[in-house]
């Protein structure tokens, strides 16, 4: 097993307190509990003074949520479903996936997106250990087992008994690469391409690519 570590001593996208079940700061209403919490008092302050001064407007909070909402999955897939069927972009992709990504008109902004690819002797498996940089912009808001502690940390010890348990065995034989992402960089999986679609199309192959192979802790679906 090979785990790839970087430096965490800077700004992260974590899921923290202050954030919404929705990955981003929303007008907020004290809850049933009766009262906001500390965080969020501080970004409605800070929130509301950039308004005020002019720095933004409502409008442009509005607009930063809509983007964040539009970020999902199927942006991914159909990312690794043009590298499957288009070897030149694959190339392009492995060796500069955030150029790649623009290619198809899909922003990711001064993340560097690093593309790892499975083959029949090599899976990688993506974590952040520190917290839950994830390439939010392909795949739209980790998932809760992502930014869990178990995870985080298990995927780093035992990884091959972790993605047992998340019905994707991996054999001895193979190897196993962990990825630690950090805030200036982002991986994404690009999974094996299952056997028999070769005639399927490229809408029909992003169908196969779900959330969770693009982390790793699946395979791509079979048609």
Known sequence: MTIDHHDHEHGHDHGHDHEDNHGHHHPTLPDEAGGLSQYQVMEIAVRELLIEKGVFGAADVRRAIEAMDGRHAGLGASFVARAWVDPAFKARALADGSAA???????????????????????????????????????????????????????????????????????????LRVHDSTADMRYLVMPLRPAGTEALDEAALAALVTRDSMIGVALAETP
């Open 101 to 175: 990504a623009r290619e198809l008109g899909l922003e990711i902004g001064p993340t560097r997106l690093i593309v790892v690819e499975n083959t029949q002797s090599l899976h990688n498996l993506v974590v952040c250990t520190l917290c839950s940089c994830y390439p939010r912009m392909l795949l739209g808001l980790p998932p809760d087992w992502y930014k869990s502690r178990a995870y985080r940390s298990r995927a780093v010890h035992e990884p091959r008994a972790v993605l047992a348990e998340f019905g994707t065995p991996i054999a001895e034989d193979v190897e």
